[in-house]
């Protein structure tokens, strides 16, 4: 990896743990590797704030109705962000608990979405007891993780929720136009942005990921977003609906 290419405080990391600025986030240990996303994303809301604007993911919006065909009260989010997302399920009287590894993030959410307890740090560092909520809605953070990170990420919010419980996430999928793009650090899984790995999934890929879990439902939807340089585009997201039962 290229010293010159690295923010500082990802730099700092590196050698807070002894590494070499040349070497890929894929040869480091969990700690490190959640440092560099930490510092990544506090730069990013620091210097954009409300990046994605207050309108929540058309995701988020086809999970409600999911949800609402189902019995449940209490949903976790990860990667809760500022808010955009959470804000659509506390509006509708869902009890929401936020997790985002972004203090400048959560900072902004507090004020976007009174109405959701927002915690900060990693969905990998947190704790909760077991069967706390009756859904997890996740959009576009899984696929930021390395596979060892993913497959924990999945256990642990199985764990945390009920029977029967049931999880929305989506991904960015391998129909993605930033798909093979950048270094490869594992099968699918490129560093499409400096700092940011991205693995981008395949249907099977994806039900392979809750294969201990009942599917009901996969797909790849459009997602409309307007940020930044790229303006107005869209992210061709891979989505899975599914539940955990007594089997």
């Known amino acids: 990896m290229d010293k010159g290419l690295l923010s500082a405080g990802q730099r700092d990391i590196l050698f807070k743990y002894g590494l070499s600025n040349h070497m890929g986030w894929d040869g480091i240990n969990m700690d490190c590797y959640l440092e560099g996303m930490r510092d990544f994303w506090e730069r990013r809301f620091m210097r954009e704030e409300r ?39 506390s509006d509708c009287g869902y009890h929401v608990t936020g997790i985002e590894i972004s203090q400048k993030a959560v900072s902004i959410a507090t004020q976007f979405d009174p109405g959701t307890r927002f915690i900060t ?85 994806l039900r392979e990921h809750f294969k201990n879990l009942d599917i009901l439902e996969t797909g790849v939807m459009e997602d409309p977003e307007s940020h930044g340089e790229l303006g107005e585009h869209i992210h061709k997201v891979a989505y899975i609906f599914a539940k955990k039962s007594s089997r």
């Open 51 to 89: 990046v994605w604007g207050s309108r929540p993911s058309k995701t988020a919006d086809y999970a409600m109705q999911l949800f609402e065909g189902v019995n449940i009260k209490d949903i976790l989010i990860p990667g809760a962000g500022y808010g955009r997302n959470t804000k659509l399920f």
């Open 121 to 205: 740090g990693s969905v990998l560092d947190v704790a909760f007891e077991k069967q706390s909520f009756d859904a997890v809605y996740c959009f576009n953070v899984l696929h930021l993780f390395r596979q060892k990170e993913r497959q924990q990420f999945v256990s642990k919010c199985c764990n945390w929720l009920k029977t029967p419980g049931y999880m929305f996430f989506t991904a960015f999928s391998m129909d993605e136009p930033s798909f093979g793009k950048g270094r490869e650090m594992e099968k699918n899984t490129f560093e499409s942005k400096i700092g940011r790995p991205t693995h981008y999934f395949s249907d099977e890929d």
